[in-house]
């Protein structure tokens, strides 16, 4: 499966920006991770194809959605950003992962090659 990340900018604090995730084919789950200069990857969000079933880590939770649509494409909608959102954003997919495992970056099998975000203050 290959994954194609785009969307990605400069905006100002309390802007917005949608990061989409075009993949060539169909996994169990698809993740969104960041990493910041200096910083270890970081997970953000993962939803479950078949249910869309959602799950974020707690910076980023009331601001940004993920969703997907029916042609294996899968969303960030990423709303009040702030500047320490900076960062490289990677979608991630893979299948033998239990929801327990969603936000180990490890566990996913094929990675986008990013886009990046920066947010100005």
């Known amino acids: 499966v290959q994954l194609q990340a785009s969307g990605g900018g400069l905006v100002q604090a309390g802007g917005s920006l949608r990061l989409s995730c075009a993949a060539s084919?169909?996994?169990?789950?698809v993740g969104w991770f960041r990493q910041a200069p200096g910083k270890e990857r970081e997970f953000v969000a993962a939803i479950k194809w078949d249910s869309r079933h959602t799950r974020y880590e707690d910076s980023v939770k009331g601001r940004f959605t993920i969703s997907r649509d029916a042609k294996n494409t899968v969303y960030l909608q990423m709303n009040s950003l702030k500047p320490e959102d900076t960062a490289v954003y990677y979608c991630a997919a893979g299948n033998g992962i239990i929801t327990s495992s969603q936000t180990m970056a490890a566990r996913y099998d094929y990675w986008g090659q990013g886009t990046l975000v920066t947010v100005s203050s």
């Open positions: 084919g169909r996994t169990r789950v």
